[in-house]
């Protein structure tokens, strides 16, 4: 990390990141170790969680417009959680937490089940080479932890410039039977319309300096039973 990184870090980390107890791994979340929104920020709100929140740059920007609304950044990058700090103290932003953890582990064992309204992941690594695709995020196995966390009417947004990481997401959200797409009632495309709460970033920039279309997906938690 750069040296205003590191004093971040050592000034910040305690107003910001959440302490997780660990399992065997320094990024991994110990079963049965759950937190209490409620308690860890101090109120009862919708709460919004974005999944590889990289430097930070959308989630710092939403929790500044949305004072009302709690958000928390996962993130298992010690620079890019430094940086949000950073960012989120400049722009005076207290509804603000990072946990640097693995987010299957977050979403299976730190959050309450039923606790989160919203669940983002933007640009997620696309792992584009074939011999990788099965190192991708939005897969089978992540369907049930995201159900877990999302409350009933919950919605999971996806965003990426990668044709087939978008073709692929569509896929495995199709076949989840907790799932249901939430594209606006007037909107007939293929995929969602850009998802107006999401500030414009440097991933997204570089997609579409490189000629890649970006696609949203969005898609609402069924009721559970």
């Known amino acids: 990390m750069s040296d205003a990184q590191d004093r971040a870090w050592e000034e910040?980390?305690?107003?910001?990141?959440?302490?997780?107890?660990r399992d065997a791994?320094?990024?991994?979340?110990?079963?049965?170790?759950?937190?209490?929104?409620?308690?860890v920020f101090g109120r009862v709100a919708p709460l919004v969680v974005e999944i590889g929140s990289g430097q930070g740059h959308a989630i710092v920007h939403a929790a500044g417009a949305q004072p009302e609304v709690d958000f928390l950044a996962v993130e298992v990058f010690r620079a890019g959680l430094a940086r949000t700090m950073l960012d989120a103290d400049?722009?005076?932003?207290?509804?603000?937490?990072?946990?640097?953890?693995?987010?299957?582990?977050?979403?299976?064992?730190?959050l309450p089940e039923g606790s989160v309204?919203?669940?983002w992941v933007f640009f997620p690594d696309p792992w584009h080479k074939a011999?990788?695709?099965?190192?991708?995020?939005?897969?089978p196995a992540f369907v049930p932890q995201v159900a877990r966390a999302l409350r009933d009417g919950g919605v999971l947004r996806l965003a990426t410039d990668w044709e087939?990481?978008?073709?692929?997401?569509?896929?495995v959200l199709s076949d989840?039977?907790?799932?249901?797409a939430d594209f606006e009632p007037d909107f007939e495309g293929e995929w969602a319309p850009r998802f107006a709460g999401r500030t414009m970033t440097a991933?997204?920039?570089?997609?579409?300096a490189k000629g890649r279309e970006i696609r949203d997906l969005a898609y609402r938690r069924l009721p559970r039973g």
């Open 117 to 119: 309204d919203e669940i």
């Open 164 to 171: 087939d990481y978008a073709l692929q997401m569509r896929d």
């Open 203 to 208: 991933f997204e920039r570089k997609g579409l």
């Open 131 to 139: 011999k990788h695709n099965k190192r991708r995020l939005i897969a």
């Open 90 to 110: 400049r722009a005076g932003v207290h509804n603000l937490r990072l946990v640097e953890a693995n987010a299957p582990e977050v979403l299976e064992h730190l």
């Open 176 to 180: 989840a039977d907790v799932f249901a």
């Open 25 to 39: 791994a320094s990024t991994s979340v110990l079963p049965g170790s759950t937190v209490d929104p409620g308690a």
């Open 12 to 21: 910040l980390s305690g107003r910001y990141l959440l302490p997780v107890e």
